[in-house]
Nanobody, 121 residues
Framework: QLQLVESGGGLVQPGGSLRLSCTAS????????IAWFRQAPGKEREGVSI??????NYPDSLKGRFTISRDDAKNTVYLQMNSLKPEDTAVYYCAAARWATILVPNDYTYWGQGTQVSVSS
């Protein structure tokens, strides 16, 4: 059974950092496109980052603050988030797709349960 499990969320002050983890079971992450999405209350789910092979991409609004990476030995993808802002508060999800290349939620087949990130003083 293919499964994704996120961890690492929590409460952080503005300007702080968090690293989210997404660990897969039942499949090998480096053979899939892996993406991070987030959803704030009352808002649509939005793409945060994507990694496929050695290629990564981010929305322009997040470049320089968020970094996606993958540890193949641990079958885990990470999202390093720096200089966090209150508007980064959301539930963060990782998702996997066999052939996706962009951050469109409907293109992704497998989803984790989400992890809450709250940025507040």
């Amino acid at each position: 059974q293919l499964q994704l499990v996120e961890s690492g969320g929590g409460l952080v002050q503005p300007g702080g950092s968090l690293r989210l983890s997404c660990t897969a079971s039942g499949f090998t992450l480096n053979t899939y496109t892996i993406a991070w999405f987030r959803q704030a209350p009352g808002k649509e789910r939005e793409g945060v980052s994507i990694i496929r092979g050695s290629s990564t991409n981010y929305p322009d609004s997040l470049k320089g603050r968020f970094t996606i990476s993958r540890d193949d030995a641990k079958n885990t993808v990470y999202l390093q988030m720096n200089s966090l802002k209150p508007e980064d508060t959301a539930v963060y999800y990782c998702a996997a797709a066999r052939w996706a290349t962009i951050l469109v939620p409907n293109d992704y087949t497998y989803w984790g349960q989400g992890t809450q990130v709250s940025v507040s003083s």
